[in-house]
C-alpha cells in the first residue's frame, strides 16, 4: 500500500510541474506578443498628457513646431506629413490607435502620431519638396498638426518631441516666416527663414547639453531669460539649467585625402581593407566618418567618430560605397567634407594571356617569345618576370637547350587569378 501512495503522490508532483511549465509557456508567448506590439522607449503618457496636446519635457527631449505647407500634401484632412523614407525597422501608432505598426515610404502621418526609430534605424519625415527632418537611430516623435499664426504672420504646423539627434531644413517662400521652434529641458530656439533655405541640426549631448548649429538661414536661442542669436556656420551649446554659452564659429569643412574618387578595391577571397584619410582640421578635437551605401547617407554601413585623421574599415563586401567626414570642436560638428565614392569588387576571372609559341622543332638556339596580357598583370616566363609595355604587350628572349625544352608563360594579375599556358619546343642544332 505505502508504494501505492508513493507512486500516486509522484504522480501529483508531475502533473503540478507540467501544469507549472504549460503556465510559464503561456505567459512567455504573452510577454513575447506585447514585446512586438508596444516596442521599447518612452511611454505615450509620458509625452502628451491625457486629453490634450501638452508636451512633457524629459532630460533628452527635444521640441519642434515647423510651419505650415499649403501644397498637395495637406489635402487630406488632418494630415500632418508623409514618411519619405525609411531604414530598417521605423514603427508608428496613431493618436487613436492601440499597437505600433512598421512603416515604410509613403506611409502618411496625422495629427498626434507617433513615430519611433531603433538601434540602426532612421528616418525621413517630408512636408513638401523643399521641407523635410531626418530622424536618426534610437529616436522618437509625436506630430501634431497646428493652425497658422495669422497674427504673427508665422506658418506653424508640427510638433515633434525627440530623443537624441535631429537635423532638418526649411525654406520660405518670402509670404511669412517659416519657424522651427527647439525646446530643449533648458532652453528654447528659434530657426527661421523667410527667403530661401535654412539647414539646421539638435543634439542632446551625452552630459545633457544641448548643441544647436546652424549651417544657414540664422536662430535665436534663449534660455534663464538670455537671448544670443546664432548665424550661419555657427553653433552654441546650453548646459542643463544653465545660459547659453557663447556663440563659436564650426569647423572648417575637411578635406579628403584619400582613397582618390571612385577608387576601385578588387579583391579575391579575402575583402580588402580600406584606409580613409583625410586633413587634419585646425582646433579639431576629433572627426565624424560615414560610409553609407547610398549618396543620401541613409543605408550607413559605418558612423564613427575618431581622434585621428585616419579610419580603416576591412569588412566591406563588393558594392558602390559613398564617404564623408566632418570636424568636431567640443560639441559642435562641422559641414561634411566632399563626398566621395569608391567601389569593392570581388574578382575570379582569370587574367586574359595572348602567346605566340615558335613551331615545335627549332633550328635557333636563341628565340624571342612574344604575347599580350591585362595591362595590370604580370607575367612570367619560366618563372622569370618579364616587362610589359603599358598595352599589357611583352617580348622574352628564349635560350633553347639540345632536345626537349618546356616553355611555361604565366598571367597573374592584382589580385592572385592566374593563366599559364605551355609549349613544348624540340632543340635540334
Same mark, same amino acid.
Given at each position: 500500500?505505502?508504494?501505492?501512495?508513493?507512486?500516486?503522490?509522484?504522480?501529483?508532483?508531475?502533473?503540478?510541474?507540467?501544469?507549472?511549465?504549460?503556465?510559464?509557456?503561456?505567459?512567455?508567448?504573452?510577454?513575447?506578443?506585447?514585446?512586438?506590439?508596444?516596442?521599447?522607449?518612452? #511611454?505615450?503618457?509620458?509625452?502628451?498628457?491625457?486629453?490634450?496636446?501638452?508636451? !512633457?519635457?524629459? /532630460?533628452?527631449?527635444?521640441?519642434?513646431?515647423?510651419?505650415?505647407?499649403?501644397?498637395?500634401?495637406?489635402?487630406?484632412?488632418?494630415?500632418?506629413?508623409?514618411?519619405?523614407?525609411?531604414?530598417?525597422? !521605423?514603427?508608428?501608432?496613431?493618436?487613436?490607435?492601440?499597437?505600433?505598426?512598421? @512603416?515604410?515610404?509613403?506611409?502618411?502621418?496625422?495629427?498626434?502620431?507617433?513615430?519611433?526609430?531603433?538601434?540602426?534605424?532612421?528616418?525621413?519625415?517630408?512636408?513638401?519638396?523643399?521641407?523635410?527632418?531626418?530622424?536618426?537611430?534610437?529616436?522618437?516623435?509625436?506630430?501634431?498638426?497646428?493652425?497658422?499664426?495669422?497674427?504673427?504672420?508665422?506658418?506653424?504646423?508640427?510638433?515633434?518631441?525627440?530623443?537624441?539627434?535631429?537635423?532638418?531644413?526649411?525654406?520660405?517662400?518670402?509670404?511669412?516666416?517659416?519657424? !522651427?521652434?527647439?525646446?530643449?529641458?533648458?532652453?528654447?530656439?528659434?530657426?527661421?527663414?523667410?527667403?530661401?533655405?535654412?539647414?539646421?541640426?539638435?543634439?542632446?549631448?551625452?552630459?545633457?547639453?544641448?548643441?544647436?548649429?546652424?549651417?544657414?538661414?540664422?536662430?535665436?536661442?534663449?534660455?534663464?531669460?538670455?537671448?544670443?542669436?546664432?548665424?550661419?556656420?555657427?553653433?552654441?551649446?546650453? /548646459?542643463?539649467?544653465?545660459?547659453?554659452?557663447?556663440?563659436?564659429?564650426?569647423?572648417?569643412?575637411?578635406?579628403?585625402?584619400?582613397?582618390?574618387?571612385?577608387?576601385?578595391?578588387?579583391?579575391?577571397?579575402?575583402?580588402?581593407?580600406?584606409?580613409?584619410?583625410?586633413?587634419? @582640421?585646425?582646433?579639431?578635437?576629433?572627426?565624424?566618418?560615414?560610409?553609407?551605401?547610398?549618396?543620401?547617407?541613409?543605408?550607413?554601413?559605418?558612423?564613427?567618430?575618431?581622434?585621428?585623421?585616419?579610419?580603416?574599415?576591412?569588412?566591406?563586401?563588393?558594392?558602390?560605397?559613398?564617404?564623408?567626414?566632418?570636424?568636431?570642436?567640443?560639441?559642435?560638428?562641422?559641414?561634411?567634407?566632399?563626398?566621395?565614392?569608391?567601389?569593392?569588387?570581388?574578382?575570379?576571372?582569370?587574367?586574359?594571356?595572348?602567346?605566340?609559341?615558335? #613551331?615545335?622543332?627549332?633550328?635557333?638556339?636563341?628565340?624571342?617569345?612574344?604575347?599580350?596580357?591585362?595591362?595590370?598583370?604580370?607575367?612570367?616566363?619560366?618563372?622569370?618576370?618579364?616587362?610589359?609595355?603599358?598595352?599589357?604587350?611583352?617580348?622574352?628572349?628564349?635560350?633553347?637547350?639540345?632536345?626537349?625544352?618546356?616553355?611555361?608563360?604565366?598571367?597573374?594579375?592584382?589580385?592572385?587569378?592566374?593563366?599559364?599556358?605551355?609549349?613544348?619546343?624540340?632543340?635540334?642544332?
Amino acid at each position: 500500500m505505502s508504494g501505492l501512495r508513493i507512486k500516486s503522490f509522484s504522480i501529483r508532483i508531475a502533473e503540478a510541474l507540467f501544469a507549472l511549465l504549460l503556465v510559464l509557456a503561456s505567459f512567455g508567448v504573452i510577454m513575447t506578443l506585447v514585446n512586438n506590439l508596444f516596442p521599447s522607449g518612452s #511611454g505615450l503618457g509620458n509625452i502628451l498628457s491625457e486629453g490634450d496636446s501638452q508636451v !512633457v519635457s524629459r /532630460e533628452q527631449d527635444i521640441l519642434i513646431s515647423v510651419g505650415d505647407f499649403e501644397a498637395g500634401l495637406l489635402d487630406m484632412e488632418g494630415l500632418a506629413a508623409v514618411m519619405d523614407s525609411t531604414e530598417r525597422s !521605423v514603427k508608428r501608432k496613431p493618436h487613436d490607435g492601440f499597437a505600433w505598426t512598421p @512603416v515604410s515610404k509613403g506611409t502618411a502621418l496625422f495629427d498626434k502620431d507617433a513615430v519611433q526609430t531603433f538601434k540602426g534605424s532612421s528616418a525621413e519625415i517630408v512636408f513638401d519638396e523643399n521641407n523635410r527632418l531626418t530622424m536618426g537611430e534610437s529616436s522618437l516623435i509625436i506630430i501634431q498638426r497646428m493652425e497658422q499664426d495669422v497674427f504673427l504672420n508665422e506658418r506653424r504646423s508640427l510638433v515633434v518631441v525627440v530623443d537624441g539627434e535631429l537635423s532638418g531644413k526649411i525654406v520660405g517662400d518670402g509670404s511669412g516666416e517659416m519657424l !522651427v521652434e527647439v525646446s530643449t529641458p533648458s532652453s528654447i530656439a528659434k530657426i527661421g527663414s523667410r527667403a530661401g533655405a535654412a539647414e539646421f541640426s539638435i543634439k542632446v549631448n551625452p552630459d545633457k547639453s544641448s548643441t544647436v548649429t546652424v549651417f544657414s538661414g540664422v536662430a535665436e536661442l534663449e534660455a534663464l531669460g538670455e537671448k544670443i542669436v546664432i548665424e550661419a556656420n555657427q553653433s552654441a551649446t546650453v /548646459e542643463q539649467g544653465g545660459a547659453p554659452r557663447e556663440v563659436k564659429k564650426l569647423p572648417q569643412a575637411v578635406a579628403p585625402k584619400a582613397p582618390l574618387h571612385k577608387k576601385r578595391f578588387n579583391y579575391r577571397d579575402l575583402v580588402p581593407q580600406v584606409n580613409f584619410g583625410w586633413n587634419k @582640421v585646425a582646433d579639431a578635437t576629433d572627426y565624424r566618418i560615414q560610409v553609407a551605401r547610398d549618396p543620401g547617407f541613409n543605408q550607413l554601413i559605418a558612423d564613427e567618430v575618431v581622434v585621428q585623421p585616419g579610419f580603416t574599415h576591412g569588412n566591406l563586401r563588393s558594392g558602390e560605397y559613398f564617404w564623408r567626414v566632418k570636424a568636431i570642436r567640443d560639441w559642435a560638428e562641422g559641414p561634411f567634407g566632399e563626398t566621395r565614392q569608391l567601389f569593392v569588387e570581388q574578382d575570379r576571372l582569370p587574367p586574359e594571356l595572348q602567346v605566340a609559341f615558335p #613551331g615545335k622543332v627549332s633550328q635557333q638556339s636563341q628565340l624571342t617569345l612574344s604575347g599580350r596580357s591585362e595591362a595590370r598583370a604580370s607575367v612570367f616566363v619560366d618563372g622569370n618576370a618579364v616587362a610589359m609595355d603599358a598595352n599589357g604587350g611583352f617580348s622574352h628572349q628564349l635560350q633553347l637547350e639540345q632536345g626537349v625544352n618546356v616553355l611555361v608563360v604565366e598571367a597573374v594579375d592584382a589580385v592572385g587569378n592566374v593563366t599559364y599556358k605551355t609549349h613544348m619546343v624540340y632543340g635540334k642544332f
